[in-house]
Structures are given as C-alpha cells and as structure tokens.
C-alpha cells in the first residue's frame, strides 16, 4: 500500500508550497480552480452518491468526533480564560506543560486553539508558538481507547500502547525546544491581555462553537468528497484495486480511513501497523483545520510540516520494530 508516501508528498509539497506561494499565486489559484470545477462536476454528476457521503461524514463526526472533542474544547478554553492571571509569573517550562497538557487531553484541534490562545494574549513569542504549534498535537485520548482501539480493533491495549509511544517523541522534542527557547526573553503580558474575563465560561462556548464548526465541515466535506472521487474512479476503472480506495480514504479523512481499513484487513496481521500509520499521518481534513487555525493568529506551518514528516517516520518504525508481534 502506497498511501503512507504519498501523503508524506503531500506533506513536502505543502511546506515547499507555503515557501513558494507568493511567487506561484497564479498558477496555484489555477490549480485550485481546476480542482473546484471538476469536484463541482462529479457533485453534478452523482448528487445521490454525494448526499450519501455526506450523511457518512455527518455519521462519522457525531459518532466518533463530537461526544469527545467538544466537552473538552470547552472545558480547556474555560480554564485559559480562569487562569489567564495566574499565568503572568508563570515560568516558561509550566506554560509549556500546562500548554501540551491540555493539548494531550483535548486532541487536535485543542493544541492548535491552546496556542493560538496563549499567543494572542501575548504569553508567547511567535516562534515559540510555531513550535508549540507543532509539537502540542496528538489524538484525543478517548478517541484513540474508545473509538480506534476498543470500538475498531477491540483492544484493551493497543490505545495506551499507541499514546506512549506518541506521547514520549512529542515530550522528546518539547523537551528539546525548551532547551532551544528558554535563553529567549519572556514577552511583556498588558494587564489587558491578563484581566480575568467578566464570563468566562461564555467566552469559552464562544470561541469553541467555530472550532467545532470548522472540525466538522472539513470531515463532512472531505468524505463526501472521497465518496463521489471513490465513485468516479469505479466507473473510469471498474477494476480499480481496493487499496487504492483506502488510500484515497485515509489521506482525506482519517476517520473513514481507518473504520474502512480495520474492515477491510479484520485478519491480517498488520493491521495494527496500518492504525499506527494512519494516527500518525492523520489526514488533509486535520491538517487543513490546524493550518486555518494558525493563519488566524498569523503562525507559520512549516514546522508543523516539518514534525509531522517526522513523526510519520519515527512513531511508525519504533512501533514495527518493538510492539508488532
């Protein structure tokens, strides 16, 4: 199965692009052009396989996403705003734990909005938070034990055995910026940035409703999309092979891509393996919600693209070589 390169091309060519962009706006805007008329195309062509993309997209998001990221979303930007005070005399290393801490529980997007946060507020430098950015990013903890390893592979194990060994490269390289960004003069918070909020619980289901907005459009969109490509490709090539279908699946949506690959391959032995990869790369539709994220606070992604081709490589390689039995 090819799909682990070729999103790790996507990856290359989206640092490289992010680089490149202001001298090729034209022919990237042709590009994307292109891509809207022909994706308008096939919506035309199969409405019926389209409104049954979105009805798997909307499934998938209520299902395995909504009941686990919004409690959270909530509850993290309700205690940023609580304890903004308190974070004036707080040292760089705590605001760096405190920081992924809540990223660890909360799952993406929650890192992306954590720092967004801080550094709005002034409580990080930018190229802190580019790096923060990068590296406070990881699955929800009760996606990965609930929906991956208990409702998909039933597995008891497999969820703690894949958040360790996520976690220790991300603590690994916080560990590393710290030492990188400690020398670095703390910035000036205004008591404006610090004054408690008069509600902060209201603010907090405020800034959360566009997340989750956000974070469910792009899933819904991007299996309806991979639902009438899936389709348009079947009446091209009827013979198509299936794993090419997986492989569109994964690298638009992780989601659907690994309820349709643990389906798939129930006996094979490495699915497990499989799982870990595509937890790894994640997906377009994570990908395009952080990048959203971090263009509102004017953050830079290249090292999010940097650490994710990383991770790609480092977390899957030690899983093969260590855990797979």
Not at 6 to 20: C, G, R, T
Not at 281 to 309: C, D, E, G, T
């Amino acid at each position: 199965m090819f799909w682990p390169f070729s999103h790790i091309l996507i990856l290359a060519f989206a640092y490289v692009n992010d680089k490149k962009l202001k001298r090729d706006d034209n022919m990237f805007a042709t590009i994307q052009i292109a891509l809207c008329v022909i994706l308008i195309l096939l919506l035309l062509l199969f409405p019926q396989t389209a409104h049954s993309g979105t009805d798997l997209g909307l499934s998938l998001f209520m299902e395995a996403l909504f009941p686990y990221l919004l409690p959270y979303l909530v509850l993290t930007q309700w205690l940023l705003r609580l304890t903004a005070p308190m974070r004036t005399k707080t040292k760089r290393a705590s605001l760096y734990v405190q920081a992924y801490i809540i990223s660890a529980l909360g799952g993406y997007p929650t890192g992306a909005t954590t720092i967004v946060y801080l550094k709005n507020s002034g409580q990080l430098h930018p190229k802190e938070a580019n790096f923060l950015l990068a590296v406070c990013h990881a699955p929800s903890p009760l996606f990965v034990l609930g929906f991956v390893s208990l409702d998909l592979l039933h597995s008891n194990t497999f969820g703690w055995l894949f958040l360790c060994l996520l976690h220790t490269f991300n603590i690994c390289c916080l560990v590393t910026g710290y030492f990188l960004y400690r020398k670095t003069d703390s910035p000036t918070i205004s008591v404006h940035n610090t004054t408690l909020y008069t509600a902060p619980f209201s603010e907090s289901i405020k800034e959360t409703a566009p997340t989750i907005l956000l974070v469910g459009t792009t899933i819904i969109f991007f299996t309806t999309i991979q639902t009438i490509v899936q389709q348009g490709l079947d009446q091209l090539i009827p013979k198509l092979p299936y794993t090419i279908e997986l492989s569109l699946a994964a690298i638009l949506e992780v989601t659907n891509g690994l309820k349709m690959t643990v389906t798939a391959f129930p006996d094979f032995p490495y699915t497990t393996l499989l799982v870990v990869i595509l937890l790894t790369m994640q997906s377009i539709s994570i990908h395009l919600q952080i990048f959203v994220i971090a263009k509102s606070a004017k953050l830079s992604v290249r090292p999010y693209l940097k650490f994710r081709l990383l991770s790609i490589i480092i977390v899957p390689t030690i899983y093969a070589l260590f855990f797979l039995k």
